[in-house]
């Protein structure tokens, strides 16, 4: 939950939807009502197509509570003063493929490895799942149903791309846990990019009605296809307010194609780093309005640093679409995929250029030997790994070598002193740290006094911490 201005509250929702045989996107025909007998018509045909493809998705998992005592911890555990108890939650799924394949949102199956996940589909039947893969820059995840040999109904995608504001749409999805529900409204807004759900800020707005219960729920358009996964809504008081917010279809496939090749989400790496136009510095430029995408740092041997951009240069479209901001164009560059190339337009000096850029992941050198710290010392609970441009795309930093935090256990040492991911590890007690190896040594050691300089956001912390 999390409070935006105007004193609104934003809750996460989100949704799921399925993907089409092949991958082809269909364009229909667009026109407004021209009689009366026009006017008078229903959503049945469009609920029956794609209502049997959205399910129920039931988590439950255990969760601790109770106090923590680091120095009774020392003696007993981290169990020490603390219980277990079951805790449910609910949300909404789409069905993407005949084989059970499910879209959801990440926020909905988020847990530990003892997470159980089970969905519902709208005739009742009920199946256990398996994640496959977790996205939380996305807020998207995958799930597959086990072992059915069932043939299931399921969505297409849409192009997201040729939604204009004004069409009609549906959500489906299990608000409040009434069961599933359809309601309608029409696409109010595209590309919102200032929302504050995930890291790709890229929204289909809508008024159809969204309450808590849709997330991982299915947005769709008038043939049935899928146009977006529903996220979130604006709401003084939790409540649907005519304000939803829905991740593009577009976006959407790119995790579900992720997910069946294994592993994390492929998505492109540029090698710069870009940031908002100023309203002083679209003036300097002598820029009529602040729009765009502003270079601010460029990777001596990535892919735009190839291409010929450079720092200072503004993106201002990606394959002839505008990129109003940098959102914007992270959203344009990440559904590319990555193979073949995409065309930049960039203004620098008041001149327009186009510069191509090579569609390829970012690269894991060196390898990023990840390890989870474990142990009486500060940093017990924290996962590290060697920065590559790989890791550093993913922690969004712009550093590439050293050691990083990559996460951090509920409960350890290192989330109770206030480590972070993205944090990188540059000392400690006199020691420099260059490989996630040589950290775990450094943590081996034998001392009732820690002292650590940690990196985080350009910024060095120099700390003392006696244990």
């Keep these: 939950m999390k409070t935006p201005a105007a004193a609104k509250t934003l809750v996460v929702l989100g949704l799921l939807f399925a993907m089409a045989p092949g991958g082809t996107f269909a364009q229909a025909v667009k026109k407004t009502p021209d009689s009366k007998e026009q006017i008078a018509f229903s959503y049945a ?27 009774l911890e020392q003696f007993f555990g981290r169990q020490f003063g603390q219980s277990e108890r079951v805790q449910s939650s609910l949300g909404s799924g789409v069905i993407v493929a005949a084989s059970g394949l499910i879209v959801t949102n990440n926020h909905v199956v988020q847990g530990d490895a003892g997470t159980e996940v089970k969905v519902a589909l709208s005739d009742a039947r009920e199946f256990d799942v398996k994640v496959l893969l977790k996205d939380e820059r996305t807020d998207l995840a995958v799930l597959q149903i086990k072992n059915s040999g069932i043939e299931f109904p399921y969505l297409t995608f849409a192009d997201a791309d040729l939604l204009e504001v004004g069409d009609l749409v549906l959500a489906i999805g299990n608000p409040f846990g009434v069961g599933q529900t359809i309601t309608s409204g029409i696409v109010s807004a595209l590309a919102r990019t200032r929302v504050g759900i995930s890291d790709y800020q890229f929204f289909i707005q809508t008024d159809a009605a969204i309450n808590p219960g849709n997330s991982g729920g299915a947005l769709v358009d008038m043939q049935g296809r899928l146009v977006g996964i529903n996220t979130a809504i604006f709401s003084k008081s939790g409540g649907s307010q005519g304000i939803g917010f829905a991740i593009p279809a577009n976006m959407v496939r790119l995790v579900v194609d992720s997910a069946l090749q294994g592993g994390s989400v492929r998505r492109p790496w540029l090698g710069a780093n870009l940031i908002e136009v100023s309203p002083d510095f679209a003036n300097a430029a002598g820029l009529d309005r602040a729009a765009g995408a502003l270079v601010s740092y460029v990777a001596e041997e990535g892919p735009a640093a190839s291409a010929g951009l450079k720092t200072g240069d503004i993106v201002v479209s990606v394959d002839g679409k505008e990129v109003p901001d940098p959102n914007a164009f992270q959203y344009r560059f990440t559904t590319k995929g990555t193979s073949g190339e995409v065309s930049l337009e960039v203004l620098r ?18 390898p990023r030997d990840a390890l989870s710290l474990t142990g009486s010392h500060p940093l017990s609970g924290a996962k590290i790994a060697n920065l590559s441009p790989a890791v550093a795309d993913e922690l969004s930093i712009t550093e590439t070598k050293g050691v990083a935090v990559l996460e951090t256990e509920f409960y350890s040492n290192a989330r109770r002193i206030g480590i972070q991911p993205g944090d990188i590890v540059v000392e400690v007690n006199g020691e420099k740290i260059e490989t996630s190896r040589g950290l775990e040594k450094a943590m081996s050691k034998s001392t009732r006094i820690w002292r650590m300089s940690i990196q985080r956001k350009g910024e060095l912390i120099r700390t003392s911490i006696a244990m």
Excluded at 352 to 361: Q, S
């Design 45 to 71: 045909p469009v609920v029956k197509r794609a209502a049997p493809a959205v399910v129920n998705v039931y988590v439950r998992q255990r969760v601790r509570q109770g106090f923590s005592n680091p120095f």
């Design 349 to 366: 000096g008041g001149t327009r250029r186009k510069l191509t850029i090579p569609l390829m992941v970012a690269p894991e050198a060196p």
